[in-house]
Structures are given as C-alpha cells and as structure tokens.
T-cell receptor, first 114, second 110 residues
Framework: GAGVSQSPSNKVTEKGKDVELRCDPI?????LYWYRQSLGQGLEFLIY????????KSGLPSDRFSAERTGGSVSTLTIQRTQQEDSAVYLC????????????FGPGTRLTVL | DAKTTQPPSMDCAEGRAANLPCNHS???????VYWYRQIHSQGPQYIIH???NNETNEMASLIITEDRKSSTLILPHATLRDTAVYYC???????????FGTGTSLTVIP
C-alpha cells in the first residue's frame, strides 16, 4: 500500500518568508509525528498528533512553528518568518496508534532558507 | 527521558557480523529499547525493539543486558546495503515520543 508522502520534496525560500510543508500519513493511522533533522544531526522531535486529542507541541522550537492536522489525516507544518537556522530536512511519520511500536517515515522535505 | 549513548561511527567487513552497542543506563523499568536505521537521504526505518528478553527478526538481533542498562544490535551478515546511521532509542511512554540521538554511522566495507 501507499506509504507516508510529503510535499514538496525540496523547498527553497528567502529569509522572512512563510512556508508550509505537507504530510499525508498512511490511511487509517491515527498517530502522526513531525521531526526536524539538521545537516549531520539526529532527528529532533517537533510535534505529535494522536486522534482527536490535543497535540503534543513540546518539541516546537519557537512560536514561529505551528502544525495542524485536518480531519485526522493530512497534516501541515507551518514555519513563519523563516530564518537560516530553520534549514533542515523535515520528516513526517505515522503509526496506527500510540501503543504501536513502529513509526513509518516519509521521505522528508528539504528546506533551504537563503 | 532516558538518554542513550552510542559510538559515532563503526566499520564492518562485508559478510561479517556488525555489533552496534548502546548505553541507556537511566532506562526505566517500563521503557522499551528500539532500533531504527537511516540510509542516506531516506527516512528512518524500524529494525527491532525489546523490553527485557533478547529479540530476533529477519533483519537483526537485539541483545539486552540483564540490568537493561545497555544493549547491542547485531546484523549477522552485514552487506553493503546495511551502510546507514543506526539509532538506539528509548521510548518515552507519555505522548509516544521517540527521541533520536545522533546514532552510529555504520560503514560496511567490501
């Protein structure tokens, strides 16, 4: 079946602009995660959605970052007033639920802020 | 959250067993150990997980010490396609967050 998809695959933007990154999880998966991976670094947790529960936003680095998940499916990560330090690969993952052990990752969106 | 410590890099000859260590000395009794790997330019891929007992699947084996303070991921016959960064993760129960460190960069040498 189809895996997790993310769009765009690459995004180049100018400092100060807003960007939106999209994640389509595997159909039926109730849990959705966003991570950020800077060059040569490990994954940094950003935000987590589970069903209709309030999202866990504890990993968002600043109030310029926000995310929503409409209808329990597609998620959008928005970065306002982008800075050069926001340049990274943004990864989305989904899983069937909180008690499920495996996360299924998408290919990521490479964001470059000039 | 329990933290994990892994060597930054390792080499392994093709066809030999790759043994990747991980220290997690502050792990709680109900926290699991997970291993993922990330091949260059791809998203991470689940490998295996365990709580107390050793585990084996088609990809790898996981050996957890009796005190659970460390574990070893074993790739029994490493191939060039196993070259990747391997992450050892201890699962935080609340929120189901997975905290990835910087992992071990494994290079399988022909």
């Amino acid at each position: 079946g189809a895996g997790v998809s993310q769009s765009p695959s690459n995004k180049v933007t100018e400092k100060g602009k807003d960007v939106e990154l999209r994640c389509d999880p595997i159909s039926g998966h109730t849990a959705l995660y966003w991570y950020r991976q800077s060059l040569g670094q490990g994954l940094e947790f950003l935000i987590y959605f589970q069903g209709n529960s309030a999202p866990d936003k504890s990993g968002l680095p600043s109030d310029r970052f926000s995310a929503e998940r409409t209808g329990g499916s597609v998620s959008t990560l928005t970065i306002q007033r982008t800075q050069q330090e926001d340049s990274a690969v943004y990864l989305c993952a989904s899983s069937p639920g909180t008690s499920y052990n495996e996360q299924f990752f998408g290919p990521g969106t490479r964001l470059t802020v000039l | 959250d329990a933290k994990t410590t892994q060597p930054p890099s390792m080499d392994c000859a093709e066809g030999r067993a790759a043994n990747l260590p991980c220290n997690h000395s502050t792990i709680s009794g109900n926290e699991y150990v997970y291993w993922y790997r990330q091949i260059h330019s791809q998203g991470p891929q689940y490998i295996i997980h365990g709580l107390k007992n050793n585990e084996t699947n088609e990809m790898a084996s996981l050996i957890i010490t009796e005190d659970r303070k460390s574990s070893t991921l074993i790739l029994p016959h490493a191939t060039l396609r196993d070259t990747a960064v391997y992450y050892c993760i201890v699962r935080v129960l609340s929120g189901n967050q997975f905290y990835f460190g910087t992992g071990t960069s494994l290079t399988v040498i022909p």
